[in-house]
């Protein structure tokens, strides 16, 4: 199973964003018209509240490095082996 975090923000600002995110071995990807950030450090958690905290982490990191801002982790996807997908609302 694999996770993503979609990132909640600017065009600009998560452009900026993946200026710095190779040297993290995350990924910022456009998928359809959202932005998601994948990481190999997701692979090893199982619930999406670890893996909110986790992209929470990355992005507050690739921001300070790049200097982007009005970044956000929104919305938590997995997807199955199946390919069908279990979503997780951001809370508040």
Do not use: C
């Not at 998560?14 to 998928?31: C, H, P």
Request: charged letters at 20%; aromatic letters at 6%; hydrophobic letters at 40%.
């Amino acid at each position: 199973m694999d996770w993503k975090a979609q990132i909640e923000g600017g065009e600009s600002a998560i452009t900026q964003l993946q200026s710095g995110s190779g040297a993290t071995g995350a990924k910022i990807i456009r998928d359809g018209v959202g932005w998601f950030l994948e990481s190999p450090e997701f692979s090893v958690l199982s619930d999406h509240t670890e893996v909110r905290e986790k992209a929470n982490t990355i992005l507050n990191a690739l921001a300070t490095a790049s200097g982007a801002s009005g970044v956000a982790v929104g919305t938590i996807i997995r997807i199955h082996y199946d390919n069908s997908k279990s979503v997780f609302r951001a809370e508040g």
